[in-house]
């Protein structure tokens, strides 16, 4: 069983940047391929970005790719995402999510393990 629980949204303008942690609990945080999700309201929750056990193969959806960067602390039991260059469209609900055996790191249903989720709202 993992716990997830992340933190670090709030309010941002355009432009601006934001980290979000995503803290672990147990002792097997390293065995575990780590995803970002996002929902906005209205809408299906959508695949972000996902880091590989050892953080050696991380993956991005078009949309973040070179503004986003996910990354983790093993020794920590936490992942990250810093947002850089936010836009409105990054409005959404930012859930973290564990996976042992991700078939697909962007199919949300490789995920067994998943976070109450943090708000990031950018404003104009």
């Known amino acids: 069983q993992v716990q997830l629980v992340e933190s670090g949204g709030g309010l941002v303008q355009a432009g601006g940047s934001l980290r979000l942690s995503c803290a672990a609990s147990?002792?097997?945080?390293?065995?575990?391929?780590m995803g970002w999700f996002r929902q906005a309201p209205g809408k299906e929750r959508e695949f972000v970005t996902a880091?590989?056990?050892?953080?050696?193969?991380?993956y991005y959806v078009d949309s973040v790719e070179g503004r986003f960067t996910v990354s983790r602390d093993n020794a920590k039991n936490t992942v990250y995402l810093q947002m850089n260059s936010l836009k409105l469209e990054d409005t959404a609900v930012y859930y973290c999510?564990?996976?042992?055996?991700?078939?697909?790191?962007?199919?949300?249903?490789?995920?067994?393990?998943w976070g109450q989720g943090t708000q990031v709202t950018v404003s104009s």
């Open positions: 999510a564990a996976a042992p055996y991700p078939r697909s790191y962007s199919n949300r249903n490789s995920y067994n393990y």
């Open positions: 147990g002792r097997t945080f390293s065995t575990y391929a």
């Open positions: 880091i590989s056990r050892s953080g050696g193969n991380t």
